[in-house]
């Protein structure tokens, strides 16, 4: 199972941090993932981080976003700072491991102009 929270509603400019907590040793996962969708979009990868650590961002968030996890806490997070209106989206998390993935229930993202 994975939880996220820290949603909300900020500014253009602002920033959040999104949690992922997992009922389950975070290094099961081969890779766990946030993906984000706007209204009426698909849902798309924003940043993932492996198993070993090695992180990766989409270019729209590169360098405003940061992925990483607490393994003591179970938890994965994304600092997102420089937030703009485009942010705005459901965030998911996701779980992947050999055989199987799993997602949050997501966490709604609201920057406003």
């Known amino acids: 199972q994975l939880v996220e929270s820290g949603g909300g509603l900020v500014q253009a400019g602002g920033s959040l941090r999104l949690s992922c907590t997992t009922s389950?040793?975070?290094?099961?996962?081969?890779?766990m993932s946030w993906y984000r969708q706007a209204p009426g979009r698909q849902r798309d990868l924003v940043a993932f981080?492996?198993?070993?650590?090695?992180?990766t961002y989409v270019d729209s968030v590169r360098g405003r976003f940061t992925i990483f996890r607490d393994g003591a806490k179970n938890t994965m997070y994304l600092s997102m700072n420089g937030l703009k209106p485009d942010d705005t989206a459901v965030y998911f998390c996701n779980g992947q491991r050999l055989a199987s993935s799993i997602w949050g229930q997501g966490t709604l993202v609201t920057v406003s102009s």
């Open positions: 389950e040793n975070i290094f099961n996962f081969n890779v």
């Open positions: 981080i492996t198993r070993s650590g090695t992180t």
